[in-house]
């Protein structure tokens, strides 16, 4: 079978987690929630919660050993380096990105990492970009709102220009949507059941109608937790299409006919559900991904779904797909 390549696992640092609670306030503060673990809120909602293994690289590697994980692509979680004025959120940004780059130097056999940069200041984000490829990234991490603002926004054209001249891959992982205080999403923690996924979803949906893989046709967007609610409302978004003269501004054709050019990663908790994304994306579309070692991330259950799957569509997600899109 081919090598199992996990492009959706996370990692922090103690220095970016205290930067973080010294400069995230008021909006981003760090609470207890239920279950006696510390998490981080956004406006008095929880939805991050730091856990030991992602401070712990021999952990990792451990893990990854155990349960037959080759190569583990990792990468900064929310809320990134999208806090704090341009000297606090570009120091993030660089804590992370050299943690990594010593974790691949350390062990280049087994760990990749996508860059962070600090998006809501380009002229920050430019420079960053460019040391963050000399030093071995292998793509870029991005939220999928950044402060509130969608990342198809004017300000953020010239980052993407920048990623999209350079062919990198580009994973997009939800963050707690705008509005979650309003929403009541504290209750339940409902931002990690339904709000990470609907974050995602609007995110692409937007992408696609704003005709933005017309505008970038070289860099490839890998949609985290299988394309979130993507599958299941794509055929809404042709119907919209069809009806809806606001839906056809920027883009000829339907939104399905744009899937093709989209990736998505198989963090998802049921086979059904994988097959669906799988019928959508398309096999060839989707890669192996853990979400370790998030508290919901399932390392060996989703390599056991995607194990399940019939042998070529199986070795394709498992890790060919993740070879081709990022050059290993």
């Known amino acids: 079978m081919s090598p199992v390549i996990d492009v959706h696992t996370h990692c922090l640092t103690e220095a970016w987690f205290e930067l973080l609670q010294k400069h995230g306030g008021p909006r981003y503060t760090v609470k207890a929630v239920t279950g006696g673990l510390r998490a981080i809120h956004l406006d008095g909602a929880p939805f991050m919660t730091p856990v030991p293994p992602m401070f712990d690289y021999d952990l990792r590697l451990q893990t990854m050993d155990e349960h037959g994980v080759d190569i583990g692509v990792v990468s900064l979680t929310c809320p990134n380096c999208f806090w704090g004025g341009p000297e606090v959120s570009l120091a993030a940004a660089r804590i992370m990105n050299d943690d990594m780059t010593a974790a691949r130097t350390a062990h280049p056999d087994r760990l990749r990492w996508f860059a962070s940069v600090p998006w809501q200041y380009p002229e920050l984000a430019l420079p960053e970009l460019e040391r963050a490829v000399k030093a071995g990234a292998s793509g870029v991490m991005v939220l999928a709102n950044i402060g509130g603002q969608p990342l198809t926004d004017p300000a953020f054209a010239p980052v993407w220009a920048a990623i999209d001249a350079k062919a990198l891959p580009v994973l997009v992982h939800p963050t707690a949507p705008p509005g979650v205080g309003d929403m009541d999403m504290q209750r339940f923690q409902l931002t990690a059941s339904l709000g990470f996924t609907f974050d ?10 704003d005709g933005f893989f017309d505008r970038y046709t070289k860099l490839r967007i890998i949609a985290a937790h299988g394309g979130g609610a993507l599958p299941y409302l794509i055929s809404r978004m042709d119907q919209c299409y069809d009806n809806i003269p606001a839906c056809r501004e920027k883009l000829s054709v339907r939104p399905s006919e744009v899937v093709p050019r989209i990736f998505a990663d198989a963090v998802v908790f049921a086979p059904e559900v994988l097959d669906l994304c799988l019928k959508v ?3 060839d579309n989707v890669m192996y991904g853990s979400d370790y070692p998030h508290t919901i991330g399932d390392l060996p259950g989703c390599l056991a779904r995607v194990n399940a799957l019939p042998g070529v569509a199986r ?9 081709r899109v990022f050059g290993f």
Do not use: C, E, K, P
């Not at 070795?315 to 070879?323: C, H, K, L, P, S």
């Open 315 to 323: 070795d394709t997600v498992r890790g060919q797909t993740a070879q």
């Open 200 to 209: 995602t979803s609007l995110a692409i949906a937007r992408m696609i109608y």
């Open 281 to 283: 994306f398309g096999a």
